[in-house]
């Protein structure tokens, strides 16, 4: 395990875990071992997770100034740590307690931040107090659990004189969003993982001093995520918009269902908010609660054009066909909810697709842009120039299913082995309405007047290829051009996929 000497000659141990960019991820507890981010929820899959181990806890020596356990104290060995990594700036994540340490350091070293990741974050760096009846009022959306009433009565026998390590074995049930046997063992692990005495140095006096936090704050350039968890009493989501506040460019993600250890509760609808932020490629926007998100390609001056993916896709999959079509386009890839980096919630299908799509063009004011789009994308695209004629400029079906009932209908789709590549959802959702689809889906395409161009991929798609032509006779402009290669014709044959859409004027 790698070290590094601090600024008191305390020897400090960090793990790295998985490759990429490095993230530099601060644990709570507070002074907990830093065990418990485990992989932060496929996170060591996207990032280089650097954790540090606070000094006194994991691998990492004990001070010889146990004063030195103050939060405000150790802002001092993040800095060491971004040095001895050389690291100009620094992408940062601190979570619960280590909340308030990133907050300082960010406060300290503004210009030293490239990015602040904020998860499920302790406020009282910046004088946020959560009161009981906080914590109170978010422990009872599980009223409905039955351990609920032991937990309640446990909370009552909690005073003065109760150990804080007592406290949080009392606690722990309303920390998760799931109290299941996952949550059970992340919890018992606090035990033995927390530094006690460390702990309760962490929030000493003098460590906080918010008004010059708040302060210095205003110099943060970074863009700041705070995640927080639906149920969790600290901070609640309000009290996360709260604490948004005290930062120059921040922005609040909550994840539905969850507590304060957001990864345990579900690992990928924490991972993914987190990896969108993180990624400098990847931009978001929320579309009737749900956070999509999308890349760009492009000046942004330049004529619009929206790139919608299949089933099973997200928007990398057009980074070959965005980057051709940005010498003089404005290119926006949509990860639809359930995909990609997108917030995967339903309910799903082509209407609820098709009504994302107007929502997401709308909220980025892409109004008569083009819109190019891929088997379940396209059946969703053309849908929305059926319901909404001027919304969509040139439009482009790319192996888009024509609406007639599937014969035969197609049977249960069981869930594949391995991670997930959609929400499998989307599978039965869309399957379902494939097998008996509204008539009116299928008896509207006459009435799309978007000029149409559907691109085919002939004989080895296993689309029937007559239904596209089908459809192509009904278009008042429409017309067909097929690439013999199946159904993935952008990216098995970008260069033919790019020259037909600039022979159809896109």
Request: charged share 20%.
């Amino acid at each position: 395990m790698p070290t590094f000497t601090t600024y008191d000659g305390t020897e400090l141990a960090y793990d790295v875990r998985g490759d990429g960019e490095p993230l530099v991820c601060l644990p709570g507890g507070p002074m907990r071992d830093a065990t418990y981010f485990g992989e932060l929820g496929g996170l060591a899959g996207r990032r280089r997770l650097i954790v540090l181990h606070l000094r006194g806890t994991g691998a990492s020596a004990a001070p010889s100034d146990p004063a030195s356990y103050r939060c405000d104290r150790q802002v001092a060995d993040v800095e060491a740590l971004r040095l001895h990594l050389g690291l100009d700036r620094v992408d940062l994540l601190g979570h619960s307690a280590a909340g308030n340490l990133a907050t300082l350091y960010a406060a300290a070293h503004p210009e030293r931040v490239r990015s602040l990741v904020l998860v499920t974050p302790g406020t009282r760096a910046v004088g946020i107090d959560i009161t009981d009846e906080e914590w109170d009022r978010a422990g009872e959306v599980f009223a409905d659990q039955p351990w609920y009433a032991g937990a309640r009565a446990a909370l009552a026998t909690i005073g003065p004189g109760t150990p804080m390590a007592r406290v949080m074995e009392i606690a722990a049930p309303f920390a998760y969003g799931r109290w299941d046997e996952a949550a059970r063992a992340h919890a018992a692990a606090m035990t033995v993982e927390i530094h006690w005495d460390a702990a309760a140095a962490y929030y000493a006096p003098g460590a906080f001093d918010p008004g010059t936090t708040r302060a210095a704050l205003t110099a943060l350039t970074a863009p700041v995520l705070i995640l927080a968890g639906e149920y969790d009493g600290g901070p609640s989501p309000a009290r996360a918009v709260e604490l948004a506040e005290c930062f120059p460019h921040a922005e609040v993600a909550v994840q539905r269902g969850a507590g304060h250890f957001p990864w345990v509760d579900d690992a990928g609808a924490f991972a993914r908010p987190v990896a969108a932020f993180l990624d400098p490629e990847v931009r978001t926007v929320a579309v009737d609660g749900v956070r999509l998100a999308y890349r760009v390609w492009g000046e942004e001056c330049a004529p619009p054009v929206v790139l919608v993916h299949g089933r099973g896709g997200n928007s990398a999959d057009w980074t070959r066909i965005g980057e051709g079509l940005a010498g003089d386009r404005r290119v926006y890839a949509v990860d639809l909810r359930g995909h990609g980096l997108s917030d995967w919630t339903g309910p799903y299908g082509f209407d609820v697709f098709r009504d994302e799509l107007r929502g997401f063009m709308k909220a980025l004011d892409l109004g008569g842009a083009d819109v190019v789009a891929h088997s379940m994308g396209g059946a969703a695209a053309y849908l929305l120039a059926m319901d909404e004629p001027g919304l969509v400029g040139r439009l482009v079906l790319e192996e888009a299913p024509v609406f007639f009932p599937l014969d035969p209908p197609r049977g249960h789709a069981a869930r594949p082995e391995g991670p997930p590549v959609l929400d499998w959802d989307v599978v039965l959702a869309t399957n379902a309405q494939l097998n008996e689809p509204d008539p009116a889906w299928r008896e509207g395409v006459a009435d799309i007047t978007s000029p149409t161009l559907i691109v085919a991929g002939g004989e080895s798609s296993h689309l029937a290829q007559e239904r596209l032509l089908w459809m192509a006779d009904r278009l008042p402009e429409g017309h067909l051009v097929t690439i013999g290669t199946g159904h993935e014709i952008h990216t098995s044959r970008p260069v033919e996929f790019l020259a037909a859409l600039r022979e159809f004027g896109i």
